[in-house]
């Protein structure tokens, strides 16, 4: 049942990888709670050696977490601005392993749909717990396009880091869209999940920010 903003909002999740040689696919469901926070489960079929769900289970899932992100100081969300569909392309580079991810998502009042592509080759720690973040630039990059770039990490359980370098470009649709960015825009994501078996159960929280807020605590 959706409230009157249309929250919350189903998701379902359907993908294919071929990771270390080793091909899989992703079945997953999930909700957007409310604005800027999502919880979904992601099935895998296989899950390949040296890898982890987390390494790409917040990038999965945001190939829609902008649809519906919080908005800080003035921005819009995928929602906002009137997108009816997008496709995503990230590159994921953990030192010298690389993951790209092809996404594509698509909106209607019943549920956002997302179709997902994953490919790479990695060799990641064994004792990832779940818990991640990152911060990326979000730029116009002329009509119906974005482009970003930033850093993240990923957190072992011992509390060490293992960094991720992400680059990614956007195709928005329609064309011309109602309310497009015309200026800079900073992302911020968070996840916790935690994987049984198979099964990747994730939070997500995302937000959109108009000002590169860090900056500004530095200037205090």
């Keep these: 049942m959706h409230s009157a903003n249309g929250f919350p909002w189903p998701v379902n999740i359907s993908g294919k990888g071929n990771v270390n040689g080793t091909q899989f696919t992703i079945r997953g469901a999930g909700i957007i709670r409310c604005v800027g926070v999502y919880n979904a489960m992601l099935n895998f079929s296989d899950i390949p050696a040296g890898f982890h769900p987390s390494a790409i289970s ?48 698509l909106y209607a009042a019943e549920a956002l749909g997302l179709e997902v592509d994953i490919n790479g080759q990695v060799t990641l720690p064994d004792d990832l717990c779940g818990h991640s973040v990152y911060i990326t630039r979000v730029e116009p990059d002329g009509s119906g396009r974005t482009k970003s ?56 929280h995302s937000i959109f920010d108009a000002h590169n807020s860090m900056s500004l605590v530095e200037k205090m």
């Design 58 to 105: 917040m990038f999965v899932v945001s190939t829609c977490c902008e649809a519906g992100a919080s908005e800080r100081n003035g921005t819009k969300n995928m929602r906002t601005r009137g997108t009816s569909s997008y496709e995503v392309h990230r590159e994921l580079s953990f030192g010298e392993g690389k993951i790209n991810l092809a996404g594509k998502a």
């Design 149 to 204: 770039i930033g850093e993240g990490s990923l957190f072992r359980a011992s509390g060490n880091e293992l960094k991720v370098k992400i680059k990614s470009s956007q195709v928005l649709h329609p064309t011309p869209l109602p309310h497009p960015i015309r200026a800079t825009e900073f992302r911020i994501a968070t996840e916790d999940g935690e994987l049984h078996g198979n099964s990747y159960r994730l939070t997500i």
